[in-house]
């Protein structure tokens, strides 16, 4: 992403998948952390579809950055010690 996406406000597709890429950068899950992070998404898309009230609209920057930490907080929670240790490193 550009300096002029992040000017523009326009974001990626509102989606944990889009957080865990962003936190994540290349870091390979394992295959019950990717269900999890699947899981984590279902999630995110019932709480982004019910604070919207199923209006078809992008949410705001705050509703956003909400239920981004909501879904950051819950992939770092997956992740083994050693990957949070990689992680903090980074």
């Known amino acids: 992403m550009t300096a002029d996406d992040e000017s523009s406000g326009s974001r990626s597709p509102a989606s944990a998948f889009s957080v865990a890429e962003r936190i994540l950068d290349r870091m390979t899950l394992t295959p019950g952390q990717t269900a999890q992070l699947r899981a984590i998404d279902h999630k995110y898309q019932q709480s982004l579809f019910t604070m919207l009230h199923g ?3 992008a949410p705001t920057e705050a509703e956003r950055s909400q239920l981004d930490d909501t879904a950051a907080r819950e992939i770092i929670n ?3 010690p050693e990957q949070r ?3 903090a490193r980074q």
């Open 55 to 57: 209006d078809r609209r």
């Open 78 to 80: 997956m992740l083994t």
């Open 85 to 87: 240790r990689r992680l």
